[in-house]
């Protein structure tokens, strides 16, 4: 679709309020190049302006987070700041590392993948990567701990290396953080509770289901699932950190700090992904996006998931990217 084309149609979206379906402006995400696009969500200054799904999806569908799910164990991470029970700067609380160099390691560096722990996100074969190892191979019933026990690489703080135990290691924190509990059960229903009452159901999140290890250790990097309209309630949330009801339910403190460049990835802040023109985002794998944006007075989510391989995700970024700009002019 043109670009004048597209703004037409986005006018006459938010002319009509309240139907699931609005306008085309969401037809280029589901072009042919664009596969394999299953659901996508635009909301333009908090109305829905379009709303798609591919055949045989619908509202009755969750969807996999895939990566998406870090930038949620972020604002987890930020609402245990807020109430005082962790520090951004002070080292991580991971009574394993008191003893070594890791002890130097601070939520700022976990949160901008600048650890310095070893860690191949993505191996080869693709089986032998850290990730796939410890998420599906012989990690699976206690993942915190495998995720916790790498050595150092690098010095803290010097190295981007994107890394999905680090945000296992977040959310094992968040849990140690909510309970001195070792059953499973416990953990993980504290976790959950702590979710549904500081993000979800301020939120309007109404059908999140996460998934634990067999530790009940929230897997914080990678399983999260939601229908289409909760991964936009999550994207308004990140977009301004306000609920449904516009109550202030993430701090701008700490939004902005996760919006804001790490000192070792110009294009990557606390756990969310920054791009052009102001937009920022969660990605996950095979092509899982929600780019968020505020400009001219507007403000856009812009939700897409689907199951597009990594290695052609490039031209889908690019589409959602001239969608949010164009929304945004």
Known sequence: MRR?????????????????????????????????????????DGRVADKRYAPGYS??????????????????VGELVADGRLQLDAPAPVAEWKGDARRSITLRHLLHMSSGLRHIEVGKPVENSDTNQVLFVAGTAAMA?????????????????????????????????????????VRAQAYRAFAEERLFRPAGVTRAFLEFDGAGTQIGGSIIHM?????GRM????????GADGSQVIAPEWLAFLKTPAPTKSNYGGHIWLSRGGLTYMGGHLGQFVYVGKRNGRSVVLVRLGKTQDDVTDPVKAALERLAAATLS
């Open 4 to 44: 004048g084309s597209l703004l037409v149609a986005l006018g006459l979206a938010l002319a009509v309020p309240g139907s699931a379906r609005q306008s085309d402006a969401l037809a280029p995400l589901f072009a042919p190049e664009q596969a394999e696009a299953r659901a996508a969500l635009l909301i333009v």
């Open 59 to 76: 509202d009755a569908n969750r969807f996999i987070s895939w990566s998406m799910a870090k930038s949620i164990t972020a604002l987890l």
């Open 145 to 185: 701990p495998r995720a916790i026990g790498r050595p150092l690489a690098a010095r803290p703080g010097t190295k981007f290396n994107y890394d999905t135990l680090t945000s296992v290691i977040l959310a094992e924190i968040v849990t140690r953080a909510l309970t001195d509990s070792r059953d499973p059960r």
């Open 227 to 231: 229908n289409l309209d909760d991964w």
């Open 235 to 242: 994207g308004r949330l990140l977009l301004d950190g306000k």
